[in-house]
């Protein structure tokens, strides 16, 4: 029969777990597991008669500083016989919660994610070289951001499949918890960091596209949006906790995290999204005044409505996000696997739909039937697009009024 665990113990076994790994922090012991630190103090403990006059010892059998089981048995437990009794208890607990694994479905998403991604990039930027002989400064920024998120990529695979195999805070070792926090953090920064850039190339493409004042002002405004929406979430995960790296040493006592996270990604979260609209939104005016057949006109619209896609992406990793830091279900640690993944696919995405149009235009050089265009419009439509990818980013942008209507926009 399956031992039930309450939802006071369950609270117990999470403390207790983690500060006796945070014990060994200093020491040879950071790398066994909690599980097995309970288990040996437990046996430990067996021996000694007045726990509360041996806290040299423990700290020796431990090998941590004498300062730090103290300060821990005054402030978290009261005594040394409390943590006895704590450590009895946890002891118990622990066989009864198994050896929870994160998901296995990460690591297969990523490479092929990663896969997809860069052949649409390449393809993205021999569109470049093919239709208008150089690579433009967008495309550049947004190379930055790919280059980014696949690092980031390759951290989670290492956190998931490693360190963080096992879910359950008994199933890690002081070294793993180190490696969890510091990725975690690094990855936090980083995706506020991918974002203003994927955002940032868009819209300046979008601002190089046309002199239509209209645009621009909608171009710069949005720009401005996503800047300071960026900021928000890279400085609010940055100072979360104050000291910054407040897990380690004595901070891991009494260390403060002002911040609430759940806020902090609910408000960027839309924000994010709002801002992915108006960026699909923002040259479809433009397409309407320079197109007029309504079959051009819809795939003008999808080229850029594409985007959704990643709009999606933004919403499901909020809603995994939310399920994970509000789940009451006990004895079940958080997948970090899940939310791995959505936030992976979220900024591959954002890169794919950001380089469709540069892939639509090279169709229409390479293959115009694809799209429905005959032989002497795509002719018509490179010598259009050379002159105007030939010039310099400072002088390329084109009047609206004065667009090829076959434009690859």
Not at 153 to 171: N, Q
Not at 197 to 208: R, T, W
Not at 369 to 390: H, M, P, W
Request: glycine letters at 6%.
């Amino acid at each position: 029969m399956e031992r039930s665990i309450s939802a006071a113990e369950w609270m117990y076994t999470q403390n207790l777990c983690r500060i006796i790994t945070w014990l060994t922090s200093g020491g040879r012991k950071s790398n066994i597991i909690a599980s097995e630190l309970v288990s040996s103090t437990y046996d430990w403990l067996q021996n000694v008669q007045n726990a509360n006059a041996s806290a040299a010892e423990y700290a020796k059998f431990l090998d941590t500083p004498e300062e730090w089981v103290e300060v821990v048995w005054a402030n978290f437990f009261g005594s040394g016989e409390a943590y006895r009794s704590f450590i009895i208890l946890v002891n118990d607990v622990i066989p009864a919660l198994g050896h929870p694994t994160q998901s296995a479905h990460f690591l297969p998403l990523f490479i092929v994610l990663t896969i997809i991604t860069t052949v649409i990039f390449v393809l993205r930027m021999y569109s470049r070289l093919a239709i208008g002989g150089y690579i433009r400064a967008y495309d550049w920024i947004i190379l930055s951001g790919f280059i980014i998120t696949l690092g980031t990529g390759v951290m989670r695979a290492y956190i998931l499949t490693g360190p963080v195999h096992y879910r359950g805070v008994w199933d890690q070792s002081w070294d793993d918890y180190d490696a969890l926090e510091s990725s975690s953090l690094a990855n936090n920064i980083c995706y506020p960091i991918v974002i203003f850039l994927v955002k940032a190339s868009l819209l300046l493409f979008y601002y190089q596209l046309t002199a239509w004042k209209p645009l621009r002002y909608a171009t710069i405004i949005t720009f401005v949006v996503v800047t300071c929406n960026s900021l928000a979430l890279l400085f609010g995960y940055t100072f979360r906790c104050i000291p910054v790296l407040g897990w380690r040493g004595l901070n891991f006592l009494d260390a403060n995290c002002p911040v609430e996270v759940w806020k902090l990604e609910l408000g960027t979260s839309i924000v994010n999204i709002v801002t992915d609209v108006a960026i699909w939104f923002i040259p479809l005016p433009m397409i309407f005044k320079i197109i007029h057949t309504p079959a051009e006109r819809v795939l003008g619209v999808i080229t850029f409505g594409i985007g959704a896609l990643a709009c999606i992406c933004c919403g499901m990793r909020l809603s995994v996000m939310h399920n994970a830091w509000f789940s009451d279900e006990i004895g079940k640690p958080m997948d970090s696997s899940i939310v791995a993944t959505w936030t992976q696919t979220e900024l591959y995405m954002a890169i794919i739909c950001s380089s469709v149009p540069a892939i639509r235009a090279l169709i229409i050089k390479k293959a115009p039937k694809i799209l429905g265009f005959t032989q002497v419009n795509a002719g018509d439509l490179e010598i259009s697009e050379e002159g105007k990818e030939g010039r310099k980013d400072s002088e390329a942008s084109v009047d609206v009024r004065s667009v090829d209507p076959i434009s690859p926009v």
